[in-house]
């Protein structure tokens, strides 16, 4: 056993030998991304869905005034979900992403 443990040795070093002789033309590591603020993102997301939900509790109430408190969640509840994944945290990112990241504001962009 100890003469397979020494081939594969052999061969481990015989190829990074190998490695370090072809003189790969790699492209240089991307500048590191900054780490996105969770706290910056939350308080975003309350701002854009307080909105949203009080507007849907207005519309929804009076439709179920004689409904139980658990129905009323059945309906709200994925409303709410979709137009937070689909609509407010992509319109967040797309607009204030700079914000969430902790950059300076870009110059706009004239269409």
Request: aromatic fraction near 4%; avoid cysteine.
């Given at each position: 056993?100890?003469?397979?443990?020494?081939?594969?040795?052999?061969?481990?070093?015989?190829?990074?030998?190998?490695?370090?002789?072809?003189?790969?033309?790699?492209?240089?590591?991307?500048?590191?991304?900054?780490?996105?603020?969770?706290?910056?993102?939350?308080?975003?997301?309350?701002?854009?869905?307080?909105?949203?939900?009080?507007?849907?509790?207005?519309?929804?109430?009076?439709?179920t005034a004689n409904w139980e408190i658990w129905h009323r969640t059945l309906v709200i509840a994925p409303i709410m979900v979709f137009s937070i994944v689909f609509i407010v945290s992509p319109t967040v990112n797309r607009h204030l992403g700079w914000f969430v990241a902790g950059l300076p504001m870009p110059p706009r962009q004239r269409a």
């Open positions: 056993m100890s003469d397979s443990g020494k081939h594969v040795a052999t061969e481990e070093e015989e190829l990074v030998e190998m490695l370090e002789e072809a003189e790969l033309d790699l492209p240089p590591s991307p500048a590191p991304r900054p780490t996105p603020s969770k706290l910056r993102f939350a308080l975003l997301m309350v701002v854009a869905v307080y909105p949203i939900i009080t507007v849907l509790l207005y519309v929804v109430m009076p439709l």
